[in-house]
């Protein structure tokens, strides 16, 4: 991953510029990630020389010098590398220093203010660095943007219910399910519901060979929906500073497939044939190609969560600064080896798919595609948080006890800063298998209790893999965005609930809200115990 384009400018203030010279030891509190580390700074300043060391348990793990024009350092092996004496010294400089020290050693674009109260860097409007002196005298240093607000500001779609959001949005709520169609020609010997898109795709022919195929073409139908807002986007940015993160797990195996058969058939293989087709990272240079992004671009592929965590990634580098927007989302294809994978883990329904019900019995393969154009710039609906963890309990089965979804599910309340009760609606995974739909009510039930409205879209959908995170997450979208009616997405079952379960309220047909749903989660567990939990809300 390249650096972040975004540095703070190095302050390297001259000794001479401290009114008074100075004398102090100040605790320092790091945060890197999830590990933490408690420091104590000693300095000394006087117009002519800064001296700091910077200690733990009382051994220094670094000393340094700065006379106004050198920099000078030793440094302890055992000293974590995220441990910059350089930026410790700007820390305690921007600290200590006067503003007008500051604002004089900063570059044109950058400014400082100070209102008593807080400290502040910013450049072009946004605050890079801000410092805030607390009531106990102490001061807290911190980088506004690893909290910022990530918008969700456009959204493209084509799936079984539809292409675009008027017409998924439709079908969602419609009266009576839809979307599935009968299959009889992906497993030989038998007929499957499948949720298919049937719609019209580009054929590419334009493109090389190596970026065409039936999962590009629906990606190439979702980026077209919202190609005018990536173009403002690249015209404000700068192409270089919009990335692309993607998530299938599907690729190009269906091309493969096909190429496959000539090659047992004649003996060669077909003109034009090129295996990059089904590299995973082919989705992420179709959509950088076809958009004209010239940022980061990368495809994820952890089966069935790969698109949420596309989008996870893709608002980490938002806040990090190394771009300021991300096309998200994800994309998979029906194709022989899916369908015929699922089929020998008995894992395939012929009919409708039926979430915990008593009489589930496997799930409904399905393909389509979802790219999110993910922003800093206000919208109407934000990732106001995530969750992710990785049980690894069982290469195909998840955790029993639904540990690993308990942690996401916490995770992305606690980022989002929302209580369980705040909570308007979730998107169950809901996949209609034994294990899956046992293991989430349990956790959800433990996480949310058995209160707030759910369903499972999958019987509408069909799962479709790599891409569901993203797909759902944009009904989730539609239902936050483009409601009018306060309505629900329904839960398309038999209506037998499984006594050994918890008993979620799954949300009937024709269910309505007497207030606008705000806030809504998106579950995602996938095999091997990759779990991602979405948290969305109107804004």
């Known amino acids: 991953m390249p650096r972040p384009l975004v540095e703070l400018p190095p302050l390297r203030l001259a000794p001479s510029s401290l009114p008074a010279p100075l004398a102090l030891q100040q605790q320092l509190h790091f945060r890197f990630g999830s590990h933490e580390r408690d420091l104590d700074a000693l300095l000394e300043a006087d117009a002519q020389q800064v001296r700091l060391a910077v200690q733990a348990m009382g051994q ?44 004089a050693a900063l570059p044109a674009d950058w400014q400082v203010s100070d209102d008593g109260r807080q400290r502040s860097l910013s450049r072009d409007g946004t605050v890079w660095l801000q410092l805030q002196r607390l009531a106990d005298g102490s001061v807290q240093l911190d980088n506004p943007m690893k909290s910022a607000p990530i918008f969700l500001n456009d959204l493209g779609v084509v799936c079984a219910l539809g292409e675009g959001r008027a017409a998924v949005a439709a079908a969602l709520f419609a009266d009576a399910p ?4 009968d299959n009889a020609s992906l497993l030989p010997g038998r007929t499957l519901a499948l949720g298919e898109v049937h719609s019209p795709l580009p054929t590419l022919e334009a493109l090389p060979v190596s970026l065409r195929g039936r999962n590009n073409a ?42 496959l058969r000539t090659r047992a058939e004649h003996g060669h293989w077909p003109e034009g044939f090129d295996y990059a087709q ?15 992004a010239l940022g980061p671009a990368w495809t994820l592929s952890t089966a069935c969560s790969s698109s949420a965590k596309a989008l996870m ?68 609906v934000s990732l106001a948080g995530w969750g992710e963890s990785a049980d690894a309990h069982h290469m195909s089965a998840p955790d029993p006890q639904g540990l690993g979804a308990i942690d996401a599910l916490q995770q992305a309340l606690q980022r989002a800063g929302w209580a ?10 809901g996949t209609a298998t034994g294990h899956n739909d046992a293991m989430e009510s349990l956790a959800v039930a433990q996480v949310l209790g058995i209160d707030v409205p759910a369903s499972s879209t999958k019987p509408l959908t069909g799962h479709t893999l790599g891409a569901s995170g993203a797909i759902e997450a944009a009904l989730c979208w ?15 079952w038999d209506g037998v609930a499984d006594p050994a379960l918890p008993a979620l309220p799954l949300v009937g047909p ?8 705000r806030r809504v989660l998106s579950n995602s567990f996938a095999f091997g115990g990759s779990n991602a939990v979405l948290a969305l809300e109107r804004r």
Do not use: K
């Open 478 to 492: 539609i239902l936050l965005a483009e409601n009018p009616q306060q309505q629900l997405p329904p839960h398309w």
């Open 60 to 103: 220094t793990g670094v000393r340094l010098q700065w006379d106004g024009q050198q920099l000078t350092q030793q440094r302890a092996p055992w000293l974590p590398p995220q441990v910059r004496a350089e930026r410790v010294l700007d820390d305690l400089q921007f600290a200590l220093w006067p503003t007008d020290a500051i604002a």
């Open 510 to 517: 024709a269910t309505f809200l007497q207030q606008p749903p």
């Open 313 to 380: 990634s893709a608002a980490r580098m938002l806040r990090s600064g190394i771009v300021d927007a991300v096309i998200a989302g994800g994309a998979d294809s029906l194709c022989r080896f899916t369908v015929a994978g699922f089929s020998a883990l008995e894992s395939v329904s012929a009919v409708r798919c039926n979430p915990f019900s008593q009489h589930r019995c496997g799930i409904n393969i399905g393909e389509g595609a979802a790219l999110f154009l993910l922003t800093r710039e206000p919208g109407a």
């Open 420 to 429: 369980p009760s705040e909570v308007d609606y979730v998107n169950l995974h």
């Open 178 to 181: 839809g979307g599935l169609s």
């Open 278 to 292: 089904q590299e995973m990272g082919t989705a992420a240079r179709f959509v950088r190609e076809r958009s004209g």
């Open 218 to 259: 629906l990606l190439d139908v979702a980026l077209a929906q919202i190609a005018p807002a990536v173009a403002d986007a690249i015209s404000r940015y700068g192409a270089e500073r919009v990335a692309v993160v993607l998530g299938t797990s599907t690729s190009g195996i269906g091309e493969s497939e096909q190429a």
